[in-house]
C-alpha cells in the first residue's frame, strides 16, 4: 500500500452541500495562522516549530508541572488521514508519543485491517499533556490547547479526521452530541480555515474492555477506505478581515518640523516595535538538540 500522500491526490471537489462551519475557529489567533503553504516540506518544517511552542507550553500550570514530556503527536506530516483522540496516558507521557500503549495497539490493528499504518497517517490528542491521574480534561485545557491542533489541522491538511472518543468529537464538531450518537456518521465540517471530512469513532480505550463496542469501532473503521476515496472537499472562501492602510508615521513630525513645534523624524529611526504575542517560549535547550523528524516521530 503506498503511503497516503501518493494515494489520493488532491482533486478539487465542486461546491458542497454538507459543509457546516464551526467558524469560532476561523476567529483563531493570527499569531498562528499562516499563509497558504506550497510545498509539503513547508508546511512539516512549521508542523516542527508548532512542536517547539507546544513543548514549552506552561498555560495549563497543573498539567505542564506534573507531565514528563509534551506528546505534540506523530505521523505522517503530509497525511490524507488524521486521528484526535483525547489526551496522552501514563505510557505516551513516557514516551513522548501518542497511543503507544493498548489503545495504541489496537488502533494499529484497526489500521492494518483496513491497509495502512502508523506512516500513512497523522495521530494527535485533544490535549498535549497528560491529565494527572488520566482525568478528564477540563474546559480551560481544552480551550488553552485547541490552538494546537487547529495549527496541526491547518499545517498537515487532513481530507479525513477521524475523532476518537467523546472529547475529540465534541471539539472538532463544535457541538455537545455524544459519540454514540454521531459514531460512524461522515460530515464535511470547516476546522479552522479548512475543510475536512470529518469522521467519529469510539476511543480504541473503551472498544478494549467491551466487545460490543469494538464491533461497532471495527465496522465504522472500514468505512474510512471510501471516504479516502472521496474528493477532496471544497475548501471555504477566508476572507481575511481588512487591515487599515499603515498611515504615513511620520507625516505629522513632519509637519509639525515645519512649524517647528518637534524635532523632525531622524532618518533612520526605527519603525515602532509591534505588539508581542503573548505564545509560549520554547523551553531552554542547553545542550539538547532541536527536534529532528524522529523525535517528533514524523514521517
Ligand atoms: N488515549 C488517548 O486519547 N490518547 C493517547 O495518546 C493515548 C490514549
Given at each position: 500500500m503506498p503511503v497516503a500522500s501518493q494515494m489520493f491526490g488532491g482533486g478539487a471537489a465542486g461546491p458542497s452541500p454538507e459543509v457546516t462551519a464551526t467558524?469560532?475557529?476561523?476567529?483563531?489567533?493570527?499569531?498562528l495562522r499562516s499563509a497558504p503553504m506550497a510545498t509539503p516540506e513547508q508546511r512539516r518544517e512549521e508542523l516542527k516549530l508548532a512542536f517547539e511552542q507546544a513543548r514549552g507550553c506552561v498555560r495549563c500550570s497543573e498539567l505542564a508541572a506534573t507531565r514528563t514530556q509534551v506528546v505534540f503527536g506523530a505521523g505522517n506530516?503530509?497525511?490524507d488521514l488524521m486521528f484526535v483522540g483525547e489526551a496522552p496516558g501514563a505510557n505516551e507521557d513516557r514516551m513522548g508519543l501518542p497511543f503507544v500503549g493498548q489503545a495504541g495497539k489496537l488502533l494499529d490493528q484497526l489500521l492494518g485491517e483496513i491497509g495502512l499504518n502508523r506512516n500513512d497517517v497523522f495521530i494527535a490528542n485533544v490535549l498535549k499533556c497528560r491529565p494527572p491521574g488520566n482525568r478528564d480534561p477540563h474546559p480551560g485545557e481544552i480551550e488553552h490547547c485547541r490552538e494546537y491542533l487547529m495549527r496541526q489541522l491547518e499545517l498537515i491538511e487532513p481530507r479525513v479526521v477521524c475523532t476518537l472518543g467523546n472529547f475529540a468529537t465534541k471539539l472538532l464538531r463544535?457541538?455537545?452530541?455524544?459519540i454514540t450518537r454521531v459514531h460512524g456518521q461522515e460530515e464535511v465540517r470547516v476546522i479552522g480555515r479548512r475543510a475536512v471530512r470529518l469522521y467519529p469513532l469510539y476511543h480504541p480505550a473503551a472498544a478494549l474492555y467491551t466487545p460490543r463496542m469494538l464491533e461497532v469501532l471495527r465496522a465504522d473503521f472500514a468505512g474510512i477506505p471510501a471516504l479516502l476515496d472521496k474528493p477532496a472537499p471544497a475548501q471555504p472562501q477566508i476572507v481575511e478581515p481588512e487591515v487599515a492602510a499603515e498611515p504615513e508615521a511620520e507625516d505629522w513630525r513632519e509637519e509639525l518640523a515645519q512649524a517647528s513645534l518637534v524635532e523632525p523624524p531622524a532618518a533612520s529611526e526605527p519603525a515602532p516595535a509591534p505588539e508581542p504575542e503573548p505564545l509560549p517560549e520554547p523551553p531552554e535547550d542547553e545542550g539538547r538538540e532541536p527536534p529532528g523528524p524522529e523525535q517528533l516521530g514524523l514521517f
Open positions: 467558524d469560532h475557529y476561523i476567529a483563531a489567533r493570527p499569531s506530516a503530509d497525511a463544535g457541538d455537545p452530541a455524544g
